[in-house]
Nanobody, 123 residues
Framework: VQLQASGGGSVQAGGSLRLSCAAS????????MGWFRQAPGKEREFVTA????????YYADSVKGRFTISRDNAKITVYLQMNNLNAEDTAVYFC?????????????????WGQGTLVTVSS
């Protein structure tokens, strides 16, 4: 069972990026899929999550209105569209899958993690 994150890069403030997280199995169809990020010297924090079953989405206050999470069932892929990026969004972004969707904000509740992808926003 693997998660493959991609799409990171460097962008100027105000720009956009789209991250992808491809799953290796349809086992995740009953899971919650989350994105977390970790900036240098900081804890890994919740960004957004989506229930694979019904598409319910949840966001951290810091990204509401700027980030959008979505899923493609056919491709078993979750996307994170990030708009109006600012320097505070600079971090390594990780995707994760968890069995218990109730704890979607809790890092330790996730069972599988992808490798990180670096997002750098210059001001």
């Amino acid at each position: 069972v693997q998660l493959q994150a991609s799409g990171g890069g460097s962008v100027q403030a105000g720009g956009s990026l789209r991250l992808s997280c491809a799953a290796s199995t349809r086992t995740f169809s009953s899971y919650v899929m989350g994105w977390f990020r970790q900036a240098p010297g900081k804890e890994r924090e919740f960004v957004t999550a989506i229930k694979w079953s019904d598409g319910s989405a949840y966001y951290a206050d810091s990204v509401k209105g700027r980030f959008t999470i979505s899923r493609d069932n056919a491709k078993i892929t979750v996307y994170l569209q990030m708009n109006n990026l600012n320097a505070e969004d600079t971090a390594v972004y990780f995707c994760a899958a968890g069995r218990n969707s109730y704890y979607y904000r809790v890092r330790d509740a996730y069972d599988y993690w992808g490798q990180g992808t670096l997002v750098t926003v210059s001001s």
